[in-house]
């Protein structure tokens, strides 16, 4: 029997049933094609990992132009694209599991290079710090055009659309990706967020297009069908807000109060500058099912679920190289650490080759 205990009982997410609480955390991987199209191989690498309670999939681009990763992230705007994560949901149910699609809008991380030479949009005209990976090669980010106020309407309209064909795709469900620096966090922060706008300002104005996004895909979906992941620590992608457990907290009880599936928090922050307890502040604020990711062990999570802090737990870099994640724990089996070099390389290495071991 596992030592784990706590973290193999079932629970109820949203509506679903769930045998255990170990969810596979997004992971951008860059397999789609150059037209942001789901791969074959795309499908095997899910089909691989289908004993996670959940399956959030990488970030997916809602609209056209707005590719952040090297131009082959996936998108959820075209046929063709409904119809490749139609196998990939194919796939994943006719092993058991269950998936819902993280909804993406780079904002100002995306880059003309990677758009059709598009500019990139986001809150206010404040470019990130530093460079990213084009097909040029490195260069860096542009100073965004902050949206019109009359354009908001557009993304919020963008986000819906990408929920209808994430349905039409055959996914269970959807998270709204509210972190790590992109469009709706942009807009969240009070460093990228200078706004004199009603969409700027005050905490509730910064939160409001976040919220107004997970309404009209709760108008979709139903609520018990969303997710909403938020990272209010996270400094990646020249991030920073002066309250952030203020802001944390009243995201969480807007969000309680929309009754969602559950709520993704990321505790810590990847480059280590920002500190606080956001796990206690999102405890407190939001009702419903609260997971928990970002440094995390299964003997942690464990105990963390045992004292209630947090209902279920998301692994993120152990899933690249664990398909088995969930056998390995249970069975208190090694647990592989992943070649960091084949994250965002092309093909099959580093992707669908790490082994099955556990799978008893
Ligand atoms: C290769 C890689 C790709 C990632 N892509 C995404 C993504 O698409 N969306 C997202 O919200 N987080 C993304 N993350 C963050 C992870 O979901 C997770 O939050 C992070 O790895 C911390 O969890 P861990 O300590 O269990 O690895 C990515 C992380 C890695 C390592």
């Known amino acids: 029997m596992t030592t784990f205990q706590e973290i193999f009982k079932p629970m109820q997410l949203g509506a679903y049933k769930v045998g255990h609480r170990i969810i596979m955390a997004p992971l951008t991987r860059c397999r789609a094609d150059k037209n942001h199209n789901p791969t074959d191989l795309m499908t095997e690498y899910y089909s ?7 399956i959030v999939s990488e970030a997916t681009m809602v609209m056209k132009n707005c590719s952040a990763f090297g131009g082959t992230d996936p ?34 991380a995306c880059h003309p290079l990677l758009n059709n030479g598009h500019e990139c949009v986001s809150a206010s005209a404040i470019a990130i710090e530093g460079d990213t990976h084009t097909p040029q090669g490195k260069v860096p980010y542009t100073v965004p055009r902050a949206l019109e106020l009359k354009e908001i309407p557009q993304i919020i309209e963008g986000f819906k659309i990408a929920s209808k064909n994430a349905k039409n795709a055959g996914f269970d469900g959807v ?8 469009l709706l966090d942009q807009f969240l922060r009070d460093s990228s967020n200078k706004r004199t706008d009603s969409y700027g300002g005050t905490i509730a104005n910064r939160a409001k297009l976040l919220l107004e996004v997970t309404k009209s895909v709760i108008d979709v979906w139903g609520a ?18 002066s309250n952030p457990l203020e802001l944390t907290a009243y995201v969480c009880r807007e969000l309680s109060n929309l009754n969602i599936a559950y ?27 609260l997971i928990g990711n970002m440094g995390f062990t299964p003997s942690e999570a464990n105990t963390a679920i045992q004292k209630g802090l947090i209902d279920a737990v998301a692994f993120g870099h152990h899933y690249v190289s664990n398909p088995d994640l969930v056998e390995r724990i249970k069975n208190g089996t090694t647990i592989v650490e992943p070649d960091q070099s084949t994250y965002y390389s092309q093909g099959a290495a580093g992707y669908t080759d790490y082994p099955l071991r556990n799978s008893k």
């Open 224 to 241: 018990d069908k969303v997710g909403v992941r938020l990272s209010p620590l996270n400094s990646f992608n020249s991030m920073k807000d």
């Open 75 to 108: 998108g959820i705007y075209s046929q063709e694209q409904i119809l490749g994560w139609k196998k990939i949901t194919d796939a994943v149910h006719a092993k058991g599991g269950k998936i819902f699609m993280q909804l993406w809008h780079g904002g100002r």
């Open 175 to 182: 998270e709204v990706h509210g972190a790590n620096g992109y």
């Open 48 to 54: 691989q990992r289908t004993s996670a309670a959940l």
């Open 263 to 289: 709520l993704h928090m990321m505790r810590a922050d990847f480059l280590g500058l920002q500190n606080g307890d956001v796990m206690s502040v999102a405890r407190e604020s939001f009702k419903g099912i």
